[in-house]
């Protein structure tokens, strides 16, 4: 480059207490050369410049006494690593030079088929937090409310991914190692470039990773990822949360008992790490009854495809991100009119009714057994 570096001057304010040993720390940066940053665009306008410096660091000296206007003390929660985005995941991938542009696609897809990761939309949970100030006149305490945990569009683990992954970095702790991957896609390069000699690369990884499988095969523990919640005060016996044969599930009893044990599948927003024993009990109260609509029966329960209210014979999906143990009479009832409306006729042709609906390949126009899709621009 022919521009010159840029200058900036960092302050570093210290603030002490002779009687305690903790002090506060207080960082600031103004560049005072723009340098090659006036060619980025970084360098900031007036109007600006008027607003940062409102936020400048105060001048002071060494040793300079200090009287507070007021200090303001606010709870924080550490935030875990975000999540990946389909686009994130392909960007650490390339870090960690694992796979090829060609394989990424394929990869997440598999991650998804295999129920290993769930792409959806986790609603913000709300918790309290404490902000202490004090001022001339006192300490002041508030308690607030703040939003965390909201997530769209990002790859969230299910409990079989957990699972799955805890039991192969315990058994195979090497292979999924991602220097390991990145190593083995170097030496495919190398095969393809004639540099290496695919016979010798897979008998020497062979030769280690076999008599690894077969030890696992005979002497590793089958992986469930079960925890003991506690015990149900009704019957008890330990309720058990576990992958089942169709997934995560709530477990009463024990395989062994001469009472069989009642099962009970998790819900969609729960976690087998996380949920709680009241939060257990509570997935077997579904399904339960509500009183009759129309002269048909209504309950409420979850099935295969996420919660339902079920009028007669119709099953009717609750929205998203709604709790089905909330669901009363009176939101029942609102559900099923809202089907109602929806499976309404729109027209009628030739006497006979023209519906409209929402099917696996998108929404549709219906006229006697004749589907019809409806175009995206629609």
Sequence with gaps: SQMENAKIE????????????????AQGEVIIFDGFLKAYGIVKTEDEDDESNEKLLPKVSVGEALDYKKITATEK???????????????????????????????????????????????????????????????KKEVLEEKFGGDKNKFIPTDIGEVVNDFLTNNFAEILDYGFTARVEESFDHIANGDQKWKEMMTDFYSKF??????????????NGERILGVDPKSGKNVHARIGRFGPMIQIGEQDDEEKPIF?????????????????????????????????????GVGRFGPYVKWGETYISIPKGEDPLSV????????????????????????EPVTKGTGRFGPFIKYKSIFINVPKRY
């Design 10 to 25: 960092k302050t570093v304010i210290e603030i002490g207490n002779a009687k305690l040993p903790q002090h506060f720390e």
């Design 328 to 351: 009363d009479q009176n939101r029942a009832e609102e559900i099923i009119n809202e089907k109602k409306v929806a499976d309404a006729p729109i027209a009628s042709y030739k006497g």
């Design 264 to 300: 009970a599948s998790l819900m969609a927003h729960q976690n087998i790490a996380t949920i709680t024993l009241e939060d257990a009990l509570e997935v077997f109260r579904l399904p339960f009854d509500l009183k009759e609509v129309d002269g048909q029966p209504v309950a409420v």
């Design 210 to 223: 076999h008599p690894r499988i077969e030890d696992v095969e005979e002497n590793a523990d089958r992986a």
């Design 77 to 139: 929660f550490t935030r875990p690593s975000a999540r990946f985005t389909e686009a994130g995941l392909v960007k650490k991938l390339e870090e960690l030079g694992i796979g090829r542009p060609s394989t990424y696609a394929p990869t997440i897809q598999t991650i998804q088929n295999r129920e290993y990761v769930d792409k959806r939309e986790l609603e913000p949970q709300k918790r309290e937090i404490v902000k202490m100030t004090l001022g001339k006149s006192g300490v």
